[in-house]
Nanobody, 123 residues
Framework: QVQLVESGGGLVQAGGSLRLSCEAS????????MGWFRQAPGKEREYIAG????????YYSDAVKGRFIISRDNGKNTVYLQMNSLKPEDTAVYYC????????????????WGQGTQVTVSS
């Protein structure tokens, strides 16, 4: 499995933006589909964005569609989540995840996780 390390979380005001990064190491990054999940206190983990191994296919949940953008740079072994127009309800720990496949994956297909990064959006 690849090792995944997220960064870029922090405190931001509502309406602001953040960009999360997830750097992978240990395997060939371009062999993996990647995803972003989040978990707010007291809530289940939520699948919010996914991308196939090449970056050509993307998935967004309805909660973030039109505000968040997932992308990847296979040369830098990194997947990104650009988060715009942030809302207080976006407050959560954000995790990246991987699956050894070329195809964009569904939520229950990911089998490897980073440690998470906290995003807090103040009103």
């Amino acid at each position: 499995q690849v090792q995944l390390v997220e960064s870029g979380g922090g405190l931001v005001q509502a309406g602001g933006s953040l960009r999360l990064s997830c750097e992978a190491s240990g395997r060939t990054f371009s062999d993996y589909a990647m995803g972003w999940f989040r978990q707010a206190p007291g809530k289940e983990r939520e699948y919010i964005a996914g991308i196939d191994n090449s970056g050509d296919s993307k998935y967004y949940s309805d909660a973030v569609k039109g505000r968040f953008i997932i992308s990847r740079d296979n040369g830098k072994n990194t997947v990104y989540l650009q988060m715009n127009s942030l809302k207080p309800e976006d407050t959560a720990v954000y995790y990246c995840a991987s699956r050894f496949t070329t195809w964009i994956s569904s939520a229950d297909e990911y089998d490897n996780w980073g440690q998470g990064t906290q995003v807090t959006v103040s009103s």
